[in-house]
T-cell receptor, first 117, second 114 residues
């Protein structure tokens, strides 16, 4: 069974640009969550999508957005990039809460390393 | 709001010895999960062990076990017979039932020395 796949793995952007990151969840997983990981702030929750709807959102500005497609693949977008957006962006998939076999576990991808210059 | 605190930024242990990583959390919820995730230098986070709050019995997975003290809101991880491959960042995490918003501690960097 293929794991969570994130693309691209590495990318470099300049301030003011925008970026789109992609995440393909494990087959059968319909919930996708995004996290930002930085040395200073650690792992911070961005948002979660289920059935193409954003269900939870962390405390990030509106420049951070996401969406989910009917095949459960998800993208996140960051507009007007700032230096502080440099981070590892992690995607995780899981069974939706309430599904009987859901153990609560999130399955993570290897991340997309974004550098903003 | 739920918070997770890991008070040990770095730890080291000799190969084959035992080490305990600490974690405390704060929540008013009664139904939740607790997790320990491992992030090796290659970056992918993998689950080490999980605990459901309603279960009094501490979870164990081979060399990994937890000491779950619900009243004290404490959730420590014990690694027995440490191996070089255990070298990684370890994150303690909390998640409410019926919610996929997982909250992480700051992490503990564990180094296993030969």
């Amino acid at each position: 069974k293929a794991g969570v796949t994130q693309t691209p793995r590495y990318l470099i952007k300049t301030r003011g640009q925008q970026v789109t990151l992609s995440c393909s969840p494990i087959s059968g997983h319909r919930s996708v969550s995004w996290y930002q990981q930085t040395p200073g702030q650690g792992l911070q929750f961005l948002f979660e999508y289920f059935s193409e709807t954003q269900r939870n959102k962390g405390n990030f500005p509106g420049r951070f957005s996401g969406r989910q497609f009917s095949n459960s693949r998800s993208e996140m977008n960051v507009s007007t990039l700032e230096l502080g957006d440099s981070a590892l962006y992690l995607c995780a998939s899981s069974l939706p809460p309430g599904q009987r076999v859901n153990t609560g576990e999130l399955f993570f991808g290897e991340g997309s390393r974004l550098t903003v210059l | 709001a739920q918070t997770v605190t890991q008070s040990q930024p770095e730890m080291s242990v000799q190969e084959a010895e035992t080490v305990t990583l600490s974690c405390t959390y704060d929540t008013s919820e009664n139904n939740y999960y607790l997790f320990w995730y491992k992030q090796p230098p290659s970056r992918q986070m993998i689950l080490v062990i999980r605990q459901e709050a309603y279960k009094q019995q501490n979870a164990t997975e081979n060399r990994f076990s937890v000491n779950f003290q619900k009243a004290a809101k404490s959730f420590s991880l014990k690694i027995s017979d440490s191996q070089l491959g255990d070298t990684a960042m370890y994150f303690c995490a909390f998640m409410k039932h019926a919610n996929n918003d997982m909250r992480f501690g700051a992490g503990t960097r564990l180094t296993v020395k030969p």
